[in-house]
């Protein structure tokens, strides 16, 4: 089992910056990939960031050249910069652990940009 839990969603004006962390507990040792979701009202759920053991990233296009997905191995933490908000970010953001065959999500934080 992994437990997820995410941190450090707020509110903030259009052009800030905000920072989420995410904790890792449990059997992290199987996790292959770590990843932000998020999920804006009446939406689907989708993928925004990931980070692969190896180190590898890649971005969903919306998010491109204004978000960073980072991790500390020493501390079991994935993070995820997000510079330039826009309102189109506002939603839930969750974090995500993929352990072959089975996907952890954390509870999700609210991440709200004002115009």
């Known amino acids: 089992q992994v437990q997820l839990v995410e941190s450090g969603g707020g509110l903030v004006q259009a052009g800030g910056s905000l920072r989420l962390s995410c904790a890792a507990s449990?059997?992290?040792?199987?996790?292959?990939?770590m990843g932000w979701y998020r999920q804006a009202p009446g939406k689907q759920r989708e993928k925004v960031a990931a980070i692969t053991n190896s180190g590898s990233t890649n971005y969903a296009d919306s998010v491109k050249g204004r978000f960073t997905i980072s991790r500390d191995n020493a501390k079991n933490t994935v993070y995820l910069q997000m510079n330039s908000l826009k309102p189109e970010d506002t939603a839930v953001y969750y974090c995500?652990?993929?352990?072959?065959?089975?996907?952890?999500w954390g509870q999700g934080t609210q991440v709200t940009v004002s115009s």
């Open positions: 995500n652990g993929l352990a072959l065959p089975t996907m952890y």
């Open positions: 449990g059997s992290i040792f199987s996790i292959n990939v």
